[in-house]
């Protein structure tokens, strides 16, 4: 089994889903995407967790990026919990849960760690890029429910810094001042690509308002 990297491609696959079969390259076209794992379906930390993305996926959708979860139980059960996932979050799932029970999916992202469990996936997250690049990597244990508000923040820094020579700081919200690149020196440079002006706490580290998006 290979480990993902970030930077990798991420593997493709077709396998069933609560909404029938899902070619993965081609079901994230040319926008980014969250795939994520969850260990069992009628399971309560999976529950809350399904149910909050589904709250977000307007969010993740004005950003261009596609939400689709996995695990390794069948797509009858996933269209079962579904309801229960939709009654109690008061929420309406419209994304895909993976029906991943040849393990396929798990085995292609290694998210079976066999010293947390033979058989459950643990909770794996990957944000992917429009070339299909794996861009992050969160691995959580069965037992710790994520925060999908910070795979949200993530994104909106990986969209942000993919377009402008800065780097978001610690606990950075959409709108903050961001940081810019070290790399650049060039007065004349500084004034072209940051005309909102600049910061300077250190030589390495200014700050500038956030890039109009």
Same mark, same amino acid.
């Given at each position: ?10 593997? *493709?696959? $077709? ?12 079901? @994230?076209? !040319? ?15 999976? #529950? ?8 977000? %996926?307007?969010?993740?959708? =004005? ?20 309801? *229960?996932?939709? &009654?109690?979050? =008061?929420? +309406? ?16 992202? *290694?998210?079976?760690?066999? !010293?947390? %469990?033979?058989?459950?996936? /643990? ?7 429009? !070339?299909?690049?794996?861009? @992050? ?5 069965? %037992?710790?429910?994520?925060?999908? *508000? ?7 820094? @990986?969209?942000? #810094? &993919? ?7 610690? !606990?950075?919200?959409?709108? $903050? +001042? ?7 020196? +060039?007065?004349? /440079? ?8 600049? #910061? $300077?706490?250190?030589?390495? @580290? ?8």
């Amino acid at each position: 089994m290979t480990t993902l990297r970030l930077g990798d491609v991420a593997p *493709d696959f $077709e396998q069933d889903s609560s909404l029938g079969k899902i070619k993965f390259h081609e079901f @994230l076209g !040319n926008g980014w995407g969250v795939l994520f794992s969850h260990p069992a379906d009628f399971t309560p930390v999976c #529950t809350t967790e399904l149910g909050y993305t589904a709250i977000l %996926s307007g969010e993740f959708a =004005k950003r261009g990026a596609k939400v689709i979860a996995v695990s390794v139980d069948g797509k009858q059960s996933h269209i079962d919990w579904i309801k *229960d996932i939709n &009654d109690t979050q =008061k929420t +309406d799932v419209q994304y895909p849960i993976l029906a991943d029970e040849d393990r396929k999916v798990a085995t292609l992202y *290694d998210m079976i760690h066999p !010293n947390a %469990s033979t058989t459950a996936t /643990v909770r794996s997250v990957f944000v992917i890029d429009p !070339n299909k690049k794996i861009r @992050l990597i969160l691995t959580y244990p069965a %037992s710790t429910g994520r925060n999908f *508000d910070e795979i949200l923040r993530a994104l909106d820094s @990986l969209q942000l #810094t &993919d377009n402008y020579s800065v780097a978001t700081p610690v !606990n950075w919200k959409q709108g $903050e +001042d961001v940081i810019i690149a070290p790399s650049i020196k +060039d007065p004349a /440079v500084l004034k072209e690509k940051f005309p909102k002006g600049y #910061t $300077e706490i250190r030589p390495y @580290l200014r700050t500038t308002p956030q890039p109009d998006l």
